[in-house]
């Protein structure tokens, strides 16, 4: 069972950068998918904001399209997620998992959060 533990996030200006990691406690180079999910409020749901597939394909959410660029290093088992131009409403906790085709494939880590001040 892979173990995800995701970092970087923090408190940044409107208009900011931040940059989060999820590192994974196994291979990640035999997972196909492997994306980004944010909740926005306690109690929400998390969606997937982004994924990244093993050839390099990468998919977003139109929210984030053209701000945020996913990546992957299959030697490092990480998962990278580049946040520009950040916005108040992108405040959340951001989480990283392997979409499958019933949902996420592992248990979540704990998340980072992530706050952008106006």
């Known amino acids: 069972q892979v173990q995800l533990v995701e970092s970087g996030g923090g408190l940044v200006q409107a208009g900011g950068s931040l940059r989060l990691s999820c590192a994974a406690s196994g291979s990640i180079f035999n997972i196909n998918n492997m994306g980004w999910y944010r909740r926005q409020a306690p109690g929400k749901r998390r969606d997937l904001i982004a994924v990244i597939t093993n050839g390099g394909r990468t998919n977003y959410a139109d929210a984030v399209k053209g701000r945020f660029t996913i990546s992957r290093d299959n030697v490092k088992n990480t998962v990278y997620l580049q946040m520009n131009s950040l916005k108040p409403e992108d405040t959340a906790v951001y989480y990283c998992?392997?979409?499958?085709?019933?949902?996420?494939?592992?248990?979540w880590g704990q998340g980072t959060q992530v706050t952008v001040s106006s």
């Open positions: 998992n392997s979409p499958g085709d019933v949902g996420p494939v592992y248990d």
